[in-house]
């Protein structure tokens, strides 16, 4: 099993590439658009990395907002650690989802209501 290692963060922006071009400017994170998907993503060194999503786009059962970031957590089995979550009080908002290409991903909300991700990348399992 996995140390559920953090390992994307999703910061919600009114403009993604303005945001790529701030977060760039200001720590020096290396920045890639991703013109088909309109993402915007940046790599931090030493990690995590992640992405600029639109304010008010949203992803199936995700929907983004200023003050809501989102995390991504690794797990080797997603729909375990989705019922390890319901079994703790958590709710589930978005079941085990593929990401074309990628790996799988999934939501949950924790009691207090926080929302997280979890990812599988396609070359750690199904």
Do not use: C
């Not at 983004?64 to 970031?69: A, G």
């Not at 390890?84 to 209501?113: A, N, Q, R, Y």
């Amino acid at each position: 099993m996995s140390n559920h290692p953090i390992v994307h963060i999703e910061i919600p922006a009114k403009d993604n590439r303005a945001a790529g071009k701030f977060y760039g400017d200001l720590f020096g994170w290396k920045i890639e658009s991703d013109a088909m998907y309109n993402y915007v993503q940046f790599m931090a060194e030493g990690g995590p990395g992640g992405g600029f999503v639109e304010v008010g786009q949203s992803d199936a059962h995700v929907e983004y907002k200023t003050d809501s970031l989102l995390v991504y957590v690794s797990t080797d089995d997603i729909d375990a650690t989705l019922a390890k979550v319901e079994s703790l009080g958590g709710k589930i908002l978005m079941p085990k989802s593929e990401i074309p290409h990628v790996g799988w991903w999934g939501v949950f909300s924790d009691p207090t209501g926080n929302r997280v991700a979890l990812y599988t990348s396609m070359g750690h399992g199904a």
